[in-house]
């Protein structure tokens, strides 16, 4: 198959695919429906809590999978000292942030669930970077930890719905309705600063540590602090160092999440087309014993990237006319495609299509 008549998303699977297979990962294969039970229970880890559901034959409500990794982590058992390596290329169905109508949209990912080490972490994180760099080399990883913040969050001594809305409030940056919100849950005025100061933690790995380092004191924020230095000391020694970022925007639930997090970033795309991170927590939720984080690359926001792809759909449009020896015209399509060529044979010239170059049947290039 050529290269240069494929879209930017199928080139991508194709080349993910051997990357994810060359580091061990084996591929998982899933129905497109699930009980709609295995969703609603874990709504707030979807992307959307917008699902669409259907009546199976025997009366069971099913449910169009929105979400990859609660399928696996369904499909995977707990077994002491083993971690299950899986990538994954599938459809979900979700609303859309751009449209907010439901789309099929198409994802490929991978994750790894079991004796999850620090080994595992990096190397998920690496292979993240890997993924963008497979699509362009200009992009960007940002990570943050969720340990860490939750530590902080924890100090405060103040409810869910208060730590929920700060969670949100930091992802958007807006320090202005962060502080008030802090003013309204009469949070201690040096918790306050020191959580607002993770709206600002932002930038290369050893400039966030440094700062990072003087805010944290209880045991469990250094811990968490070590992880996230120790993972940034490794990613430092590979290709990809310039490219990883500290960003503490990047975060999510924590009733799901439990350490590390991340986002990745291409040149010419507004919005984050991977994320990813640890979700032991989640797992915990699920009954399971096993750690596990992973991430996902959506491709469907891979369109919207500039490339040096062809801008059209054929080569060559083959023109002919009724009367001509219908033989002849096989034996010139032919021909063209053996030499490398797309083409589309076509009496009239159609509307949308786009082609390089027009050819009579008789052999007239224009």
């Known amino acids: 198959m050529r290269e240069d008549i494929l879209k930017n998303e199928e080139k991508a699977v194709f080349a993910l695919r051997g990357l994810y297979k060359q580091y061990g990962y084996l591929p998982f294969k899933m129905s497109k429906f699930e009980p709609?039970?295995?969703?609603?229970?874990?709504?707030?880890?979807?992307?959307?809590d917008s699902v669409i559901t259907f009546n199976d034959t025997n009366g069971d409500l099913l449910a169009l999978k929105p979400d990859v990794t609660l399928s696996i982590i369904k499909n995977t058992t707990d077994?002491?000292?083993?971690?299950?390596?899986?990538?994954?290329?599938?459809?979900?169905?979700?609303?859309?942030?751009?449209t907010h109508r439901f789309k099929e949209i198409m994802q490929t990912g991978l994750e790894c669930i079991g004796d999850v080490d620090l080994y595992d972490v990096f190397e998920v994180i690496f292979l993240a970077a890997k993924s963008l760099d497979t699509v362009t080399s200009d992009f960007a990883l940002d990570?943050?930890?969720?340990?860490?913040?939750?530590?902080?969050l924890d100090n405060t001594g103040k409810d869910d719905v208060f730590?929920?809305?700060?969670?949100?409030?930091?992802?958007?940056?807006n320090r202005h309705e962060a502080e008030k919100l802090l003013k309204d849950y009469n949070v201690d005025p040096e918790k306050s600063m020191q959580l607002l100061s993770f709206i600002d933690l932002y930038g290369a790995p050893d400039k966030v540590l440094s700062k990072l380092e003087v805010l944290v004191e209880t045991d469990r924020e250094k811990e968490a602090l070590k992880e996230l230095s120790d993972i940034c000391k490794l990613l430092s020694k590979t290709q990809y160092a310039d490219r990883i970022r500290?960003?503490?925007?990047?975060?999510n639930d924590m009733n799901y999440y439990n350490g590390i997090v991340f986002k990745g970033f291409l040149k010419g795309i507004p919005e984050g087309v991977l994320a990813g991170g640890q979700y032991d927590a989640l797992m915990e939720r699920m009954g399971r014993r096993s750690g596990a984080l992973g991430f996902a690359l959506y491709l469907d926001l891979l369109e919207d990237l500039?490339?040096?792809?062809k801008t059209w759909d054929v080569d060559v449009l083959l023109l002919y006319k009724?009367?001509?020896?219908?033989?002849?015209?096989?034996?010139?399509?032919?021909?063209l495609t053996e030499s490398g060529l797309t083409v589309s044979a076509q009496k009239v010239i159609p509307e949308?299509?786009?082609y390089k170059m027009t050819e009579n049947f008789y052999g007239e290039v224009k």
């Open 36 to 48: 709609y039970d295995l969703y609603v229970k874990n709504k707030d880890f979807l992307v959307s």
């Open 79 to 98: 077994t002491p000292g083993v971690k299950e390596k899986v990538y994954y290329n599938e459809n979900v169905y979700r609303v859309s942030g751009s």
């Open 143 to 152: 990570l943050s930890h969720m340990g860490i913040f939750k530590a902080f």
């Open 163 to 173: 730590k929920k809305e700060f969670i949100r409030l930091v992802s958007e940056k």
């Open 246 to 251: 500290i960003d503490f925007s990047v975060i």
């Open 306 to 309: 500039n490339t040096d792809t």
């Open 322 to 335: 009724e009367s001509d020896d219908i033989a002849k015209v096989l034996d010139r399509v032919m021909a």
């Open 352 to 354: 949308k299509l786009r």
